[in-house]
C-alpha cells in the first residue's frame, strides 16, 4: 500500500507512529514518484482538479519526516498552489497531515485561517470510558444485584481513571470492587511513582480551559507528552499519583460522583414506585393520603402547609418519617431506611462502603410489592 496516496475508497492508513524512513529523498520527490509524475507534484495534482479530475488524497505522517519544517513546507506550498490555481475549496486536492504536537511548527497549528486543525483534544469522552468498561467487564448469567453492583465498580473506574484508558482496564482487573481502602490500594499498585512529574502539571486551570478547541499554552506541553486531558469538561491529570493523597479527598469525591451517577436514578425509581402504591399501603381507616403526605411533607415544612400536597413532591426522608402510617412488611421497613440512609449519605458527597452498596443493591432490584 502507497504510504502517500490514499485512493478513493481506501481504508485510513495505519496512524501508528514508525521509525523515519531511510531515503534521503524529500517529502516531494516521494510524492512525485508515487503519483507517477515528474517536476513539481502539488502544481500535478492541482493541474488534475482543474481539468475535473479527482486527485486522491495525500496522507502524511509527519512523524516520518527527519524536520517538521519539510511537512510544513509541502502544507503551505500546497495552500499557496491550489489558491493561485483558482480552485474553489471544494474542487482543491485534500491533504491529511497527522501529526504530534512536535512533529509540526507551532505557527502551522495556530494558522486556523488557511486550513482546518483538528485536535486529538476533548476526544474521549465518559461514555467511551464506560462502554469501554462495560464491554470488557466479565458478564455471565448473573443476578440483578451482581449486575448492579458491577456496573457501580466500572462508573467508579471509570471516574477514576478518566482518559487514563489503559489504567482503566488495568484497574478493572485488579480491583472488582470494595470499599474505598481496597481502590486505594489497587491504585498504589498501579499508578506510576512519579510525584515530580505529577507536581509539574497540578491543574489549578480555569474551568473554561478544558472546553477550548485546542490545550491552551500553559498546559501545551503536558498535554502534548500525554500527562494531562479534557475529559468530562475537566482538566485531568492521565496518570493520576495525586489522588492517593488523602488530604485532598478527591479519590473520596470522584467515587461518589460515580455512585451517585448509577444510583440516585434508582433511588429516584424507587421513590417514585412506593408514591404509586400508597393509597393500597395505607393503614386502612387509621390515616388518610392526604394526612399521609402532610406529616411526610412537615420534615421539610417546618409543619406549615400551603395547599394540597402533592404525593409526588415526596422526598424519600418524609416517606420514611411517615412510614409509621403504612401498613409496610419488614422487608419493605428495611428497605425503606436503606434507600433513606443511602439517599443522604450519597447527597452529602460520603461513598457507600462494600456493605452497604451490596445492601442496597438488593434493595433497589426488589419491587416494593415482593414478599
Same mark, same amino acid.
Given at each position: ?14 496512524? @501508528? ?6 531515503? *534521503? ?10 503519483? +507517477? ?5 502539488v502544481a500535478a495534482l492541482a493541474e488534475q482538479a482543474a481539468v475535473g479530475l479527482v486527485p486522491p488524497t495525500i496522507v502524511v505522517r509527519c512523524w516520518n519526516e527527519s524536520t517538521c519544517e519539510e511537512a510544513a513546507r509541502l502544507l503551505r506550498v500546497a495552500v499557496a498552489t491550489f489558491h493561485e490555481a483558482g480552485l474553489p475549496g471544494r ?29 486529538? &483534544? ?11 468498561? *462495560?464491554?470488557? @467487564? ?38 472488582? +470492587? ?44 503536558? &498535554? ?6 479534557? &475529559?468530562? +469538561? ?86 420514611? *418519617? ?45 419491587? &416494593?410489592?415482593?414478599?
Open positions: 500500500m502507497s504510504s502517500l496516496v490514499m485512493t478513493s475508497g481506501a481504508g485510513l492508513p495505519d496512524a @501508528s507512529p514508525t521509525p523515519a524512513p531511510a531515503s *534521503a529523498s524529500t517529502l516531494e520527490d516521494r510524492l512525485a514518484k508515487e503519483l +507517477g509524475v515528474t517536476g513539481d507534484p474542487k482543491r486536492p485534500r491533504f491529511l497531515f497527522a501529526a504530534r504536537a512536535g512533529d509540526l511548527p507551532r505557527g502551522v497549528l495556530g494558522d486556523r485561517s488557511r486550513w482546518s486543525v483538528h485536535w486529538w &483534544w476533548k476526544v474521549w469522552t465518559r461514555l467511551d470510558t464506560e462502554v469501554l468498561m *462495560a464491554w470488557r @467487564s466479565d458478564v455471565g448469567a448473573e443476578k440483578a444485584a451482581d449486575a448492579l453492583l458491577r456496573r457501580v465498580t466500572d462508573a467508579v473506574v471509570a471516574e477514576v481513571c478518566g482518559p487514563d484508558i489503559d489504567r482503566a482496564l488495568a484497574l478493572r482487573v485488579a480491583w472488582s +470492587g470494595g470499599d474505598l481502602d481496597s481502590l486505594r490500594t489497587a491504585l498504589t499498585l498501579l499508578l506510576p511513582d512519579d510525584e515530580q512529574a505529577t507536581a509539574a502539571c497540578e491543574p489549578g486551570i480555569r474551568m473554561s480551559t478544558a472546553h477550548a478547541w485546542s490545550p491552551d499554552p500553559e498546559i501545551h506541553d503536558a &498535554w502534548a507528552d500525554g500527562s494531562i486531558d479534557s &475529559w468530562d +469538561g475537566r482538566i485531568r491529570l492521565v496518570h493520576g499519583r495525586h489522588l492517593l493523597n488523602s488530604r485532598p479527598h478527591e479519590l473520596r469525591v470522584l467515587v461518589c460522583h460515580a455512585q451517585n451517577r448509577v444510583l440516585l436514578p434508582l433511588i429516584e425509581e424507587a421513590r417514585t414506585s412506593l408514591i404509586h402504591h400508597l393509597p393500597e399501603l395505607l393503614r386502612k381507616g387509621s390515616h388518610s393520603l392526604q394526612d399521609f403526605c402532610a406529616r411526610a411533607r412537615s420534615q421539610y415544612r417546618n409543619g406549615t402547609s400551603d395547599g394540597a400536597p402533592d404525593p409526588h413532591e415526596l422526598e424519600i426522608g418524609g416517606l420514611s *418519617a411517615a412510614a409509621y402510617m403504612l401498613n409496610l412488611t419488614t422487608a419493605q421497613r428495611h428497605r425503606l431506611r436503606l434507600l433513606h440512609l443511602a439517599r443522604n449519605a450519597l447527597s452529602h458527597r460520603n461513598p457507600l462502603g462494600h456493605k452497604d452498596l451490596v445492601a442496597l443493591a438488593k434493595v433497589l432490584t426488589t419491587d &416494593w410489592t415482593a414478599k
